[in-house]
C-alpha cells in the first residue's frame, strides 16, 4: 500500500516538469501520433500520454515537454488544435520554485 502512493506521488512531481497538459485527446491517437503533431510548432522531448490498466485505453489527456519556452509559445500561439475532428484543450503548466512548493503543502 505505501508503495503506491510513493509511486503515487512520483507521478504528480514528474508532471509538474512537463509544460502543456493536453485533454481531451481522441481515442483512437497514440503518443506517437501527438509528438509527431506537435513536433510542428517545435521539439518534442517527451510526451506521456497514460492508460488505464483495467481498460487498456488511454485516459484522453496527456502530458507534451518540449526543448524550449519558445516551442510552448509557438502551440499556445495556435488555436484551436484539432486532432481527428476533436479539439484539443491545452492549458501551460505553470512551474514552481522548491520553495513555493513547500510553502504551499504546509
Known sequence: MAAASVVRA???HSRQLFDIFVAEVPWTVSSKELK???SQFGSVQRCQLPFDRNTGFHR???WIKF????DVQNVLQKD???LEG???TLKQQIRRRRS????QSV
Not at 513555493?100 to 510553502?103: D, E, I, S
Open 36 to 38: 509527431e503533431y506537435f
Open 10 to 12: 512520483a507521478g504528480r
Open 60 to 62: 484522453r489527456y496527456c
Open 100 to 103: 513555493q512548493r513547500k510553502n
Open 86 to 88: 476533436s479539439k484539443l
Open 80 to 82: 484551436p488544435h484539432i
Open 67 to 70: 526543448s524550449t519556452p519558445e
